[in-house]
């Protein structure tokens, strides 16, 4: 379990007090991340057009695969929360192979988890603003370490499947083998820089989701899934891997109340990175450029329509976004203009009923040192 060091937080939204014991922040922490889940509507969900490709339902697990993935165990990883040992199971991979694989496809083939596999522990890790506020924290989750083993052979055949039919966004820059934030930065750098180099202006929007992991609506994933041609065997297992979860804080051993999980994509996890991009898999007119919950969609600015077809381009991007319940974070979102020489000063809605959109001078891009 990850040592954490939290400072005492406020116990509610006054701010007026603050937590005494490591207890008290752990169930202050496990109250304000259930609070954010989507609350899920019982409504028509988006119309989707399907991949033109073969659907994808073939899941091969053997013996030889598991004893891969055991042999490949970090034996200094914690084994919570079942408390089943990496060393053990690596140790003894060619005796425990054949009944992990037996486990392995009955759960594959029956679309089933044992409960305790749908269970996380979480460390709470300090990303930036006052440290009082328990929003300002990242939940890590560490689940059980033979699921994490199914996990990465399910995940390896869904990303092999959207590989094979380039069903990845080519701007989606995360969690991605062979992408990365400095990638991400060096493509949005050569095309400013050859906008810039023909004496070109730019309008670039920073936006930034509301708790994107924990916001994620499983039913609607489940149903973006179809989009991409997965099939029953990748569906039925996955809606269930995201049913009747739960998780609690842990913070220096005092752990909090278990709470259900009701949104939301584990954060820290195998599988739950990859079910993220396939949930924010979106193109648009304008440059759009994605990683994990960070996302900028840019245009040269020359004439005053530049700028109408940028704004409707955010405008579409904010409509598709509420569409699968991933909403921007109005207060988050901010634009900035790169060589501004003759349409003034530009602002941007990220909603039409919203007020524009902060104007930065200076953003720290993603992937910058």
């Known amino acids: 379990m990850i040592q954490s060091t939290i400072s005492d937080l406020y116990k509610d939204d006054k701010k007026e007090s603050l937590t005494e014991t490591d207890y008290e922040k752990a169930n202050v922490l496990g109250e304000f991340f259930s609070s954010v889940f989507t609350q899920e509507p019982n409504d028509k969900l988006p119309d989707i057009q399907l991949k033109d490709c073969p659907i994808e339902d073939e899941i091969d697990i053997t013996v030889e695969l598991v004893k891969k993935k055991l042999d490949e165990l970090v034996i200094n990883k914690s084994p919570e929360p079942d408390q089943i040992s990496p060393r053990i199971l690596k140790e003894l991979s060619s005796t425990l192979a054949l009944p992990i694989c037996i486990i392995f496809k009955n759960s594959i083939d029956t ?31 560490l689940t059980c370490i033979l699921c994490k083993l199914l996990k990465k052979i399910v995940r390896e055949k869904m990303v092999k499947h959207m590989k094979n039919h380039n069903m990845f966004s080519e701007n989606q820059f995360g969690f991605i083998s062979g992408r990365s934030t400095v990638l991400q930065l060096l493509a949005v750098l050569d095309k400013w820089t050859e906008i810039l180099d023909r004496g070109g202006s730019i309008d670039v ?8 992991f924990n916001k994620v609506s499983h039913r609607r994933l489940v149903h973006k899934l179809k989009i991409y041609r997965f099939g029953n065997k990748f569906i039925n297992w996955i809606e269930n891997f995201l049913s009747y979860r739960r998780q609690k804080f842990i913070v220096n051993g005092s752990e909090s109340k278990w709470q259900p999980v009701t949104s939301g994509i584990p954060q820290g996890s195998v599988l739950g990175p990859m079910l993220f991009d396939i949930t924010e898999n979106i193109e648009n007119e304008s440059q759009l450029y994605l990683y994990a919950d960070d996302t900028k969609i840019f245009r040269e600015i020359a004439l005053e329509k530049d700028k109408e077809m940028l704004q409707q381009d955010i405008f579409s991007m904010s409509k598709r976004s509420d569409k699968w319940l991933l909403r921007f974070h109005p207060d988050k979102c901010k634009t900035m203009t790169i060589r501004n020489k003759k349409l003034g000063e530009r602002t941007y809605k990220l909603r039409p009923d919203l007020k524009p959109m902060e104007i930065s001078h200076a953003e720290k891009d993603i992937g910058s040192p």
């Open 205 to 212: 929007a920073y936006c930034d989701y509301m708790k994107a």
């Open 111 to 141: 679309s089933t988890l044992p409960d305790e596999w749908k269970t996380a522990h979480i460390s709470a890790i300090y990303k930036k603003g006052d440290k009082k506020d328990a929003g300002n924290y990242r939940p890590v989750s």
